[in-house]
């Protein structure tokens, strides 16, 4: 049984003058899961999270995020609906600490703090105090719950990977979109984080996880969306992408 649907695809295209970079992409995301979307380089993964999120608008075709029309709707009520993301390269502010990094993260959605502190300053500093627990217990979250006052600069790669995804909690999203999280980590840190997705999913998350370390979609997810050129080639449980022949073909057996 699947849960509530979280975002749905009808139709989607997304053309850069001439090139078909998404092409009449159907699908539905629903609460709970953890999708994978995988493709070879070129696919369009970047760009469907990128009309997922409201950062870019369609060609054509409708996108339905938390009950929000994204292509009409500004990409900041995108992210205040519920949706946050990570970049496949990292945007962490490195002079900054890691705990300061994670205010940030929640300070793009709660700009209304930010007048409150300069009119009504009681209240203000109850916030703050609020905003710091809360930014913590996201660190801990991601379990860096000990490097809150180290600078974003000096923790290990892996662990700047994991701030972002604190930082993506920080807004407490419904849907948390994470672009490549295990690009550059080795085998030990990409299975830690994919315990971390799948207890972030157990938290009631629902997660869509772009990835070109196969195996760990293929543990993590339990359903995976496989693009080719634009184009969704096959959907699926890990076990039917993998026998897939036209995935074999296309992705699969050329890495
Ligand atoms: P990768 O795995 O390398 O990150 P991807 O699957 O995320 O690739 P996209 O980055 O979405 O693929 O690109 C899909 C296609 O659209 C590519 O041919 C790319 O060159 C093209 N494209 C993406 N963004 C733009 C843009 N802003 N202008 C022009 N073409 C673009």
């Not at 649907?5 to 850069?16: D, P, Q």
């Not at 994670?102 to 905003?131: M, N």
């Not at 997705?197 to 969306?225: K, P």
């Amino acid at each position: 049984e699947r849960g509530d649907v979280v975002a749905t695809l009808a139709g989607v295209s997304k053309e850069y003058g001439g090139v078909h970079a998404v092409e009449g992409v159907d699908l539905q995301l629903h609460s709970g899961d953890v999708l994978g979307l995988i493709g070879p380089n070129g696919a369009g993964k970047t760009t469907l999270i990128n009309l997922i999120t409201g950062l870019v608008p369609p060609s054509s075709g409708t996108i339905t995020v938390l009950g929000v029309d994204v292509g009409r709707t500004p990409v900041h009520r995108v992210a205040a609906a519920g949706v946050s993301r990570t970049f496949q390269h990292s945007k962490l502010f490195g002079r900054m600490t890691a705990l300061e990094n994670v205010l940030v993260g929640a300070h793009q959605v709660t700009r209304p703090t930010f007048l409150r502190r300069l009119f009504w300053l009681p209240s203000a500093r109850r916030d703050e105090r609020r905003a710091l627990q809360h930014a913590a217990s996201c660190l801990a979250r991601v379990g860096l719950a000990e490097r809150g006052s180290a600078r974003a600069s000096a923790l290990s790669y892996g662990d700047q990977r994991r701030l972002e995804i604190a930082r993506a909690l920080a807004s407490d999203p419904t849907l948390l979109i994470l672009d490549e999280p295990a690009a550059g980590m080795n085998h030990v840190e990409a299975d830690a984080l994919s315990e971390l997705i799948t207890s972030l999913a157990a938290d009631g998350l629902t997660i869509l996880l772009i990835e070109h370390n196969v195996g760990m979609v293929l543990r993590t997810c339990d359903r995976i969306v496989v693009l080719n050129f634009g184009e969704v080639l096959a959907t699926g449980t890990p076990a039917e992408v993998s026998g897939n022949a036209a995935v074999v073909e296309a992705y699969l057996g050329r890495r």
